[in-house]
């Protein structure tokens, strides 16, 4: 994938932040992540702002289905990650 090399200005707190969580990814790595994500949420928005236009608001019902739902996946989320950890802990 090409690359171009860009100067920004960061509040130095924030780069400070974003260092020490960046330190074995690296800091292009970690931005370059963090404007993904953040361009994908954009257009996840924007899908959603089209849906709503198209079939009208979301109800309390489907909201709150909604977020049962992300619940349960942040669960199972979790449920893997520790698993992970502990599988990666009875290897070493």
Known sequence: MATKKVTVTIPEDLLDEIRAEAAERGLSAYVAEALRFKLDRDRLRELIDWLQEEHG???EDEHAA???ALEE???EHERRRTAGKHNAGEAA
């Open 57 to 59: 608001p979301v109800t």
């Open 73 to 75: 996946l942040d669960a």
């Open 66 to 68: 909604a977020l049962d």
